[in-house]
């Protein structure tokens, strides 16, 4: 088991539908992550959240919005996407930008098992 | 951008061996990390390596890092079928480390 907790597991959605994935943690983490991971290749970083605030957005298209309501939830809100969305999406989590001196990228990452996304 | 470059890509070995893997990376770091991941299911971090260290030891992994080269290994000894999965190193891209990027990866499989 996770401690962070992704729902659905699996989603299959047609390129009009709208949905949103949502992941959760309750570790107190201040940082979380969204990332695309197509098969047999390395996730791809697309949004940080750093104390409720989007911190960084690796140009993802539009049709992706992410939202943070609270330090413990992270949802990503999906609209008229493309077969080439179809992916597993991965939720993680970390301590955050002001635990101590140490900066984030010296805080290891804690992953949810993801939401495999078909697009129609 | 890919940061860190596995290599080998895909590694298959029988139970009891050791698994060497092997990244590099392009610009320099603060600190490098590795992760698995089985099929089908999230990241789990491993084990993490600073800058300033040069060799960092947990249970049968033992990572190296060496920043003239850019280049760090992952050894996993004694291994065994569990630890079949994918294997990705991992390195903070910005001034506070929130740009992560991962390497291609390296796919072992452990044969009983």
């Known amino acids: 088991d996770t401690e962070v907790t992704q729902t659905p597991k699996h989603l299959v959605m047609g390129m009009t539908n709208k949905k949103s994935l949502k992941c959760e943690q309750h570790?107190?983490?201040?940082?979380m992550y969204w990332y695309k991971q197509k098969a047999k290749k390395p996730p791809e970083l697309m949004f940080v959240?750093?104390?409720?605030?989007?911190?960084i957005n690796e140009s993802v298209p539009s049709r992706f919005s992410p939202e943070c309501p609270n330090s413990s939830l992270l949802n990503l809100h999906l609209h008229a996407l493309q077969p080439e969305d179809s992916a597993l999406y991965l939720c993680?989590?970390?301590?955050?930008?002001?635990?101590?001196?140490?900066?984030?990228?010296?805080?290891?990452?804690?992953f949810g098992d993801g939401t495999r996304l078909s697009i129609l | 951008s890919q940061q860190g470059e596995e290599d080998p890509q895909a590694l298959s070995i029988q139970e009891g061996e050791n698994a060497t893997m092997n990244c590099s990376y392009k610009?320099?770091?603060?600190?490098l990390q590795w992760y698995r991941q089985n099929s089908g299911r999230g990241l789990v971090h491993l084990i993490l390596?600073?800058?300033?260290?040069r060799e960092k030891h947990s249970g049968r992994l033992r990572v190296t890092l060496d920043t003239s080269k850019k280049s760090s290994s992952l050894l996993i000894t004694a291994s065994r079928a569990a630890d079949t999965a994918s294997y990705f190193c991992?390195?903070?891209?910005?001034?506070?480390?929130?740009?992560?990027?991962f390497g291609p990866g390296t796919r072992l499989s452990v044969l009983p």
């Open positions: 570790m107190g983490h201040r940082a």
């Open positions: 991992a390195t903070g891209q910005d001034n506070y480390g929130q740009n992560f990027v």
């Open positions: 610009t320099s770091i603060n600190n």
């Open positions: 959240y750093s104390y409720e605030k989007l911190s």
């Open positions: 993680a989590s970390s301590q955050g930008r002001f635990a101590g001196l140490d900066r984030m990228s010296n805080q290891p990452q804690h």
């Open positions: 390596i600073r800058s300033n260290e």
